[in-house]
């Protein structure tokens, strides 16, 4: 129940073309949807995060679409671009105060999708 | 440097040996975390520091792992009698979140652990 299930495992793009990665959770407790990106050798970023009260977020090229009664969220990207290659985290956390969780820190990821977009 | 600072960056240890990993964050951020990458597990949450207490200690896999911190700054992470599945990265994320509130993390590059 606390597992965050992430999909595709790896992606590749073109430059310009749109890059999809789909999250999906079962814990309804889960309240806060970060996506972090990551390029080798380096830590975790933060990206893009989403409450659900919202069903969609845009920053820049980033996008999360978020549905609540699917318990699904994905991140699109825009204009993907070479510098894009990553990896790419979903995760999700629980209210410290209300769900009995004691962070929005204490993240459950999913696997993670390598995204390569080509030139 | 302004961002979290983790050392050694790389560490190669023989099984049986036990190895301490140090993490130094933001300044000024109250919540500090550990997370442990690896090929087949993702990213795991290990423990969760507020100050120098540990509310969390939930995602410590045995009790070989140990983490303190001091002076709600520097944090040190040991792992005793190390042994080949504990090889992987191990993060240091800080974030100025507190009980309530959502913080960013901020990852540290972090210790890439080989146990022999």
């Known amino acids: 129940q606390q597992q965050v299930k992430q999909s595709p495992q790896s992606l590749i793009v073109q430059k310009g073309g749109i890059s999809i990665i789909n999250c999906a959770y079962e814990?309804?407790?889960?309240?806060?949807f970060p996506w972090y990106q990551q390029f080798p050798g380096k830590g975790p970023a933060l990206l893009i995060a989403i409450r659900p009260d919202v069903s969609e977020k845009k920053e820049g090229r980033f996008t999360i679409s978020f549905n609540k009664s699917a318990k699904q969220f994905s991140l699109h990207i825009m204009d993907s671009q070479p510098g894009d290659s990553a990896t790419y985290f979903c995760?999700?956390?629980?209210?410290?105060?209300?769900?009995?969780?004691?962070?929005?820190?204490?993240?459950?990821f999913g696997q993670g999708t390598i995204l390569t977009v080509h030139p | 440097g302004a961002g979290v600072s983790q050392s050694p960056s790389n560490k190669v240890t023989e099984k049986g040996k036990d190895v301490e990993l140090r993490c130094d964050p933001i300044s000024g951020h109250t919540a500090l975390y550990w997370y442990r990458q690896s090929l087949g597990q993702g990213l795991e949450f290990l423990i969760y520091f507020q100050g120098n207490s540990a509310p969390d200690k939930s995602g410590l896999p045995s009790d070989r792992f140990s983490a303190e911190r001091t002076g709600g700054s520097v944090s040190t992470l040991t792992i005793q009698r190390t042994q080949q599945e504990d090889s992987a990265v191990y993060l240091c994320a800080s974030s100025r979140e507190g009980t309530s509130g959502v913080g960013e993390l901020f990852f540290g590059e972090g210790s890439r652990l080989t146990v022999l």
């Open positions: 814990n309804t407790a889960f309240d806060y």
């Open positions: 995760a999700a956390s629980m209210d410290p105060l209300n769900a009995g969780g004691t962070s929005y820190g204490k993240l459950t």
